[in-house]
């Protein structure tokens, strides 16, 4: 019996041991807002402004096609022929020639609205590139195993914010981005 308590301790401690040599220091975490590098960066808000100027020519666009389209709609159902004849084959080809520019003005819409979407990622992306250096460099600094992004916590304390450091540094080392997004590759 007491050799077999004796073992029992034994293998308890044996136990024991590696899980208390396996306990982890405390981890040193860091929070970026992402959106406030993004909205506040110099190259950002350069970006930013180009990009709204770009999305105002696509509403004026949109404005311009409705107004246009809608009037010539109405012109059209106003001026349909009630008998079958030579006028009616004519009014055919005008609502014809009107779906055909309607159908056109939608695609160009649509390819206007996907080059600035194309081109509103990839001035994401390039901040995002140029800030991650910088947020591994502030974490090196800091001593910080981790670096979340403000979205991903409920709460934190405002001393583990580093969003200025990285907004200062992203200012110095990526002034300015592209806002024109390279050409996607052509299908084979």
Same mark, same amino acid.
């Given at each position: 019996?007491? @050799?077999?308590?004796?073992?029992?301790?034994?293998?308890?401690? &044996? +136990?024991?041991?590696?899980?208390?040599?396996? =306990?982890?220091? &405390?981890?040193?975490?860091? !929070?970026?807002?992402?959106?406030?590098?993004?909205?506040?960066?110099?190259?950002? @808000? &350069?970006?930013?402004?180009?990009? @709204?100027?770009?999305?105002?020519?696509?509403?004026?666009?949109?404005?311009?096609?409705?107004?246009?389209?809608?009037?010539?709609? /109405?012109?059209?159902?106003? =001026?349909?022929?009630?008998?079958?004849?030579?006028?009616?084959?004519?009014?055919? =080809?005008?609502? @014809?020639?009107?779906?055909?520019?309607?159908? %056109?003005?939608?695609?160009?819409?649509?390819?206007?609205?996907?080059?600035?979407?194309?081109?509103? /990622?990839?001035?994401?992306?390039?901040?995002?590139?140029? &800030?991650?250096? !910088?947020?591994?460099?502030?974490?090196?600094?800091?001593?910080? %195993? +981790?670096?979340?992004?403000?979205?991903?916590?409920?709460?934190?304390?405002?001393?583990?914010?580093?969003?200025?450091?990285?907004?200062?540094?992203?200012?110095?080392?990526?002034?300015?981005?592209?806002? =024109?997004?390279?050409?996607?590759?052509?299908? %084979?």
């Amino acid at each position: 019996m007491k @050799k077999l308590l004796i073992s029992l301790a034994l293998a308890s401690a &044996a +136990i024991v041991a590696p899980v208390q040599a396996q =306990t982890l220091p &405390a981890a040193v975490i860091v !929070i970026v807002d992402m959106d406030r590098v993004f909205n506040n960066s110099v190259a950002g @808000k &350069a970006a930013q402004a180009e990009l @709204k100027t770009r999305l105002e020519g696509i509403q004026a666009r949109v404005n311009s096609l409705r107004t246009s389209l809608g009037n010539e709609e /109405q012109q059209l159902a106003q =001026t349909r022929p009630t008998a079958a004849g030579p006028a009616a084959t004519a009014w055919e =080809t005008k609502v @014809k020639d009107f779906t055909t520019r309607k159908t %056109q003005a939608e695609q160009e819409l649509a390819k206007r609205d996907q080059d600035f979407q194309a081109s509103r /990622q990839y001035v994401l992306k390039q901040l995002n590139d140029g &800030a991650q250096p !910088i947020i591994t460099q502030v974490m090196k600094e800091r001593g910080a %195993q +981790i670096a979340l992004a403000e979205g991903a916590t409920l709460q934190h304390s405002a001393s583990l914010d580093v969003t200025n450091d990285v907004v200062a540094r992203l200012d110095k080392a990526l002034p300015r981005v592209s806002t =024109t997004a390279p050409a996607a590759p052509a299908a %084979q």
